[in-house]
Antibody, heavy 122, light 110 residues
């Protein structure tokens, strides 16, 4: 049974970098069939997919157009986790952030982390 | 504002069938699989349907998905009080180059 466990700070200052980590148990971040995403949710923007990382003989990333210039999602194979970095945050980035996994292609975001409430405020 | 739209709310009485619509375009629903999620208050979304009409293991067959052209639907038959939640559709979108979540529909069991 695959589980995702999120960690990271709940408060970030404006213009700084939001960093969150998602630890995977029961599967591998390097799986040739999985894909690992970050999703956020706020009252003003609803549910918003941010991007993903996946391995298919080499590493790939897809990023939402809305955040592409300031996002990085990276795997750590030694710790079996993946991380989100969102640069130059503003109060608009205040949201609940979720990590999520698609275990095999086209089967959807089947497993989710518990969510982390991140507030951008000085 | 999402490019995939859903009605803000639908309601029904226990035992009834309710249907939630999801309207998109050729760049999303018209050319990619649709996924449906259920979200209870204070919890992460839960995958209900993948591949337009497939249920993951453990999802009751009261939930069914369909698609035609640039629209998709989720039907909940035999409505139960525990089905009261928000529901989201989510296809991939070629223009946005990622998954796009619908605006969400709140189901109320009267």
């Amino acid at each position: 049974q695959v589980q995702l466990q999120q960690s990271g700070p709940g408060l970030v200052k404006p213009s700084q970098t939001l960093s969150l980590t998602c630890a995977i148990s029961g599967d591998s971040v390097s799986s040739n069939s999985g894909a690992w995403s970050w999703v956020r949710q706020s009252p003003s923007r609803g549910l918003e997919w941010l991007g993903r990382t996946y391995y298919r003989s080499k590493w790939y990333n897809d990023y939402a157009v809305s955040v592409k210039s300031r996002i990085n999602i990276s795997p750590d194979t030694t710790k079996n986790h993946f991380s989100l970095q969102l640069n130059s945050v503003t109060p608009e980035d205040t949201a609940v952030y979720y990590c999520a996994g698609e275990l095999t292609p086209h089967t959807g975001l089947h497993v989710w982390g518990q969510g982390t409430t991140v507030t951008v405020s000085s | 504002q999402s490019v995939v739209t859903q009605p803000p709310s639908v309601s029904g009485t226990p035992g009834q069938t309710v249907t939630i619509s999801c309207s998109g375009s050729n760049s999303n629903i018209g050319s990619h699989y649709v996924y449906w999620f259920q979200q209870l208050p204070g919890t992460a979304p839960k995958l209900l349907i993948y591949g337009d009409n497939q249920r993951p293991s453990g999802v009751p067959d009261r939930f069914s998905g369909s698609k035609s052209g640039t629209s998709a639907s989720l039907a909940i038959s035999g409505l139960r009080t525990e089905d009261e939640a928000a529901y989201y559709c989510a296809p991939w979108d070629d223009s946005l180059r990622g998954y796009v979540f619908g605006t969400g529909t709140k189901v109320t069991v009267l």
